[in-house]
């Protein structure tokens, strides 16, 4: 094998990028769901996103890089990758990483990667906030990540089954997921959905309004991830290079037209353009273009960015119709916003204005380049929802029987920090003495 060879621009690129990425988790991700919650749990949710960092963390560098690119030795290997191949990264040199053509050492790459594990686990937790035991969630983080994060990383882009090898690729064409539409954002989003299905709904939601208790902090965390996601979307390119600039592009453009997108769609809806909104907006378009930010050209862009804002804003309503409770629309901005971008690639993916596409890939439907991709698309994106699901509600369900998942009403309408954490963010609740359960 060839000796590796160092490139330094690369490699500073990737590992600012590595710091930026975990900037989405914490702080940006704590604030965008902390400031949505209401005041008497938001030490909680913040506790959720950096528990999930840890847990996450250290089991990423003791097993997770090995089952996600470990290599095909375990007997599974379209699904998983050899959990002891790399355990507590030992025996890893840099010839065995994806970065290595890129000259980028393989600790970089396993330090990138890490942050995508930790962030995808703490999306969750909008999806659940207000109601679950604080215990079973830390237990959620480690056996969720093993059982479904690190497989479904491994089977798009560790060689596996949604990979161009595995069985659609050979059919069809090699599935896109530049930098983790069905990796993470289904991925977390049809996780969200099935923990909400078994958690129930918030005590007298949907009858009593649950408003965010502070915008400015959801402003400040859509604001952070934004610039975080350029690091997301140009650091999966693994080199400083033309691709890196079109993904970074394309994040830029499709985030500002979703924004608009969504606020318009607010106006007509409800007559206000408002500021969680705009937030949310932002965070839809950053959802729908990571699998796309290198595949499609700046109009591509621009469409997949307003379709995301104004599907995204009526998706989030479903909830009030469907009856689930997802607290802080998980399901409407990350499974919905990620099958729109996964699925959109179908149409627009093309190497017009230095679009990237992998070896095996076809154009889009909308570049002359038929239907081969939309249908690799959109059973990528359907195998990446049914996946997630089921294995995600097995897994609640068996932790739902060990002692319960929610929390009792007395402390959930009581408040969570205090009865649980012993804390409260904001003095003035002190004050406040619940003395029955409505």
């Known amino acids: 094998m ?48 950096f528990v999930a960092a840890g847990t996450v963390g250290f089991i990423w560098i003791l097993y997770g890089y090995g ?34 053509p890129y000259g980028v050492p393989a600790f970089v790459f396993v330090a990138f990667q890490a942050t995508f594990a930790v962030i995808t686990v703490a999306l969750i937790t909008g999806a659940i906030a207000d109601r679950i035991k604080f215990g079973h969630w830390v237990a959620f983080t480690i056996i969720w990540a093993t059982a479904v994060y690190f497989p479904l990383a491994h089977m798009v882009w560790g060689g596996g089954f949604l990979g161009a090898s595995g069985p659609i690729g050979t059919a069809l064409s090699t599935p896109i997921d530049f930098a983790g539409g069905t990796v993470v954002h289904i991925d977390a989003g049809a996780a969200g959905l099935a923990l ?38 140009a ?84 909830k009030y119709k469907l009856g689930y409770d997802d607290a802080l629309d998980v ?23 230095g679009g990237f596409l992998p070896t095996g890939a076809k154009e889009g439907l909308f570049y002359g380049g038929g239907v081969t991709q939309l ?6 994106a359907l195998i990446a929802v049914v996946f997630s699901f089921v294995l995600t509600y097995i897994i609640g369900s068996i932790l739902k029987a060990i002692g319960g998942l929610r929390l009792s009403e007395e402390i959930e309408v009581g408040g969570i920090d205090l009865a649980v954490h012993g804390e409260q963010a904001y003095e003035s609740l002190g004050a406040r003495v619940v003395t029955e359960v409505k």
């Open 375 to 380: 249908l690799t698309q959109i059973s990528v």
């Open 235 to 318: 650091g999966s390119e693994l080199a400083a290079d033309g691709t890196a600039g079109r993904a970074w592009i394309n994040t830029f453009v499709a985030t500002c037209v979703a924004m608009l997108g969504w606020l318009v769609t607010e106006k007509f809806r409800d007559g206000h353009a408002t500021s969680l909104g705009a937030a949310s907006g932002i965070v839809a378009g950053l959802v729908a273009i990571t699998p796309a930010a290198a595949a499609v050209d700046s109009w591509g862009a621009i469409a997949i960015g307003l379709i995301a804002g104004v599907v995204c804003a009526l998706a989030v309503g479903l």
């Open 67 to 100: 089952m996600a690119f470990g290599t095909s030795t375990t007997g599974f290997g379209q699904f998983v990758g050899n959990p002891f191949q790399f355990f507590g990264l030992q025996n890893l040199t840099d010839a065995d990483t994806f970065g290595a």
């Open 331 to 353: 399901v409407g901005v990350h499974l919905v916003g990620g099958i729109t971008g996964t699925v959109l690639i179908g149409l627009f993916a093309t190497t017009n204005q």
């Open 196 to 233: 909400a299905l078994l958690l129930g709904k918030r005590k007298n939601w949907p009858k009593e309004p649950m408003r965010p208790h502070n915008l400015p902090f959801v402003m400040l965390g859509a604001a952070l991830l934004w610039v975080g996601w350029f690091g997301f979307n």
């Open 2 to 49: 060839d000796e590796f060879a160092l490139d330094s621009g690369n490699t500073a690129w990737m590992l600012t990028s590595a710091v930026i990425v975990l900037m989405m988790t914490v702080p940006a991700l704590a604030f965008f769901y902390g400031g949505m919650v209401r005041g008497k749990s938001v030490l909680n949710m913040l506790m959720m996103n």
